[in-house]
C-alpha cells in the first residue's frame, strides 16, 4: 500500500471515488508519450507518413508490438475535411486488431502468428462484434499476399484498410503502417495506388533505419 501512496503522491495513479479503483494518472501518461516521442522509429517516420497521408488524403497510423499488445506511436493526419480513424498515439490493445497489425501478420513466422492468435483470442472476443471465422481467414489472406487488409471484421462495418510492415535488416516485422478509410471509396484502382504507396513508404523508412 506504501508504494500505491507513493504513486499517488506523485499523481501516476488516480483513484476513482465512485468505486475506489485505481487507475493510472495523467501525469504517467506524459511519461508514455514523452517516450513514444523520443523513439527512433517514429523519429524517423515521421515526416515520410506525413507525406504519405497528405498523398493519400487518409489518416495513416504508425504500430508497433509489445508482446501479445499493438501500440499506436504515430497518427499522421492530412488536411482532407473526410478522414476515418478513431486511434491516437499511445492507444494500446491485443495485437491484431488493426490494419498495421494485420501488415505485421503478414510477415511474421507461422508459429508466432499462431502463439499469438490463441493467447489473445478471449481478449478478441472481448471486442464488440469479433468474428473468429472472418479474423482468421484475413490473416491467411495477408499471409498469402504479404500485406494486410481489414474489411468488415470488427465494430464499425462500413470501413476498410490497408497495412504494410516495416523490416528490420534481418527481414523481421517491427513495425506496421496503416490507414482506413470508408468501404466502397476505393476501387480497385485507387486501392493498388494506395497499396503502392504504403508499400514505398515502409521501403523508404527500412532504408533511413539501415542508414
Known amino acids: 500500500m506504501r508504494t500505491l501512496d507513493n504513486l499517488l503522491e506523485l499523481g501516476w495513479v488516480v483513484r476513482t471515488p465512485q468505486d475506489m479503483r485505481f487507475n493510472l494518472g495523467l501525469d504517467l501518461a506524459g511519461l508514455g508519450y514523452s517516450a513514444i516521442s523520443r523513439n527512433p522509429l517514429e523519429r524517423i517516420a515521421s515526416v515520410e507518413l506525413t507525406q504519405l497521408a497528405e498523398s493519400l488524403g487518409q489518416m495513416v497510423y504508425l504500430a508497433i508490438r509489445s508482446n501479445l499488445d499493438m501500440v499506436c506511436i504515430g497518427r499522421y493526419e492530412c488536411r482532407s475535411e473526410i478522414q476515418i480513424g478513431r486511434g491516437g498515439v499511445g492507444l494500446r490493445g491485443p495485437f491484431g486488431m488493426t490494419q498495421s497489425c494485420m501488415g505485421m501478420m503478414a510477415r511474421l513466422p507461422q508459429k508466432e502468428v499462431d502463439e499469438i492468435v490463441e493467447a489473445n483470442l ?32 470488427i465494430l464499425d462495418r462500413t470501413t476498410s484498410g490497408l497495412g504494410v510492415a516495416i523490416m528490420d535488416a534481418t527481414g523481421y516485422p517491427i513495425a506496421g503502417i496503416g490507414t482506413t ?28 533505419l539501415l542508414r
Not at 122 to 146: L, S, V
Not at 182 to 199: A, F, N, S
Open 181 to 208: 478509410y470508408l468501404t466502397g471509396w476505393l476501387d480497385e484502382t485507387g486501392q493498388k495506388r494506395c497499396l503502392e504507396e504504403l508499400q514505398q513508404a515502409a521501403a523508404n523508412i527500412e532504408a533511413k
Open 122 to 153: 478471449p481478449r478478441y472476443y472481448r471486442i464488440e462484434g469479433f468474428d473468429e471465422t472472418g479474423f482468421r481467414q484475413t490473416i491467411k489472406k495477408a499471409q498469402k499476399n504479404g500485406y494486410g487488409t481489414f474489411d468488415n471484421i
